[in-house]
């Protein structure tokens, strides 16, 4: 069940960085300043599995810029909730449930043409040299 969720989640924020990554500001194209997209997450089993950061500059379009803890002090008014919402019984208010989680958020911004170009290289010359030493690449994609 694990697995399954995981899987879920990592289809669900790739298909939102890629859908996102068109609408974010860029200096190449004139804007002022680049558009951020942030993403927390709790840490620890199973988050730490999807591997956002790597979901994230996997879609060839984003870099990652930084990443901290998230001090839920910081956005007054914010409460955690589960995926299911609040359940009574199950769920805890006041953000008990990511407090010992160590929450983090993750910047990313959408790659220059250049580092895409560069990324694409370095990429392509990996996977060569992966297939030239006999591993199995097949799944790279996914």
Do not use: C
């Amino acid at each position: 069940d694990q697995d399954r969720n995981v899987v879920s989640n990592q289809k669900l924020m790739r298909a939102f960085f890629e859908s996102a990554t068109p609408y974010l500001t860029d200096t190449d194209l004139g804007d002022k300043k680049a558009g951020e997209i942030h993403v927390t997450v709790k840490t620890g089993l199973p988050y730490d599995l999807w591997n956002i950061k790597r979901l994230a500059t996997g879609t060839g379009l984003l870099g990652n810029k930084t990443s901290f803890p998230f001090k839920v002090e910081q956005y007054p008014g914010y409460e955690h909730r589960r995926t299911i919402g609040f359940k009574e019984g199950v769920s805890q208010g006041e953000n008990v449930e990511i407090l010992n989680k160590s929450p983090k958020t993750f910047v990313f911004v959408k790659k220059t043409a250049k580092e895409t170009a560069m990324a694409q290289e370095s990429d392509s010359a990996n996977l060569k040299k992966r297939k030239r030493a006999g591993e199995d690449v097949s799944d790279d994609d996914e």
